[in-house]
């Protein structure tokens, strides 16, 4: 079902009177990467509220890229969760991992457990940094469209890139040209500069888990595996996915969850 949640865009699935989950998706994402888990996770007994960050697609979102911070989305991620009555699972995407860390660090009354998929400790790095670096001056003279050519560009140019299906390549378009110009550059910032809040999150005594794609190209699986031993967290590899296992393997992904949950 799409509804709106303490002002943003969500997709809910379930009982209200069951366990809350709360999805937080990653930079450029939306609520529908978790549309492959919502309805199974549903199932599975939980009500399950998928969001689009301020800024992202169907929410609206601040003017200034300094409204785009972690600690700044972690304000509404927290109003999600009160509304839902807290004791909440929250669970956050890549750089949605670590708006929902600056969450549970905020108000980690709110939280039951994070799940952090295929996000990292601390800033991004590597090929997917220096994309962001490289577009960031077309997105200051250009704009949205021309930064959403320049990512097709460049997807085209991997190996074994394959187009998706036209239905799918038209909704990433509209996604993409319906967001934020100001969240995508302040989003763009925050995901490169975010500190290392491991052991601020770990001072929380909020339940984790730590899990990523086995061929994930963003924050490198080893990476991630040390952060979970940092936390004292399950650390566990999701078998063919990379960064996105809600669309990759979200049969897999589902039964971790449902398990870490339980």
Known sequence: MRTTVAGLAALQAGDAASPAVLLVPGYTGSKEDFAPIVEPLAAAGFFVTAIDLPGQFESPGPSSPDGYTTTALASPVCAVARSLGGSVHVLGHSFGGLVARAAVIAEPELFASIVLLSSGPAGLGGARRAQIEMLEPVLATAGLAAVYAGIQAVNRAEPGYVEPPPELADFYERRFLTSSAAGLQGMGVAVRDEPDRVAELAATGVRSLVTCG??????????????????????????????????????????ELVSFWR
Do not use: C
């Not at 031993?229 to 063919?240: T, Y």
């Open 214 to 255: 086995e061929d994930d190209d963003a924050w490198p699986p080893d990476l991630q595996r040390a952060m979970a031993a940092r936390l004292g967290a399950p650390f566990v590899l999701i078998p063919d996915a990379a960064h996105s296992a809600a669309t990759e393997n979200p049969t897999a992904l589902t039964a």
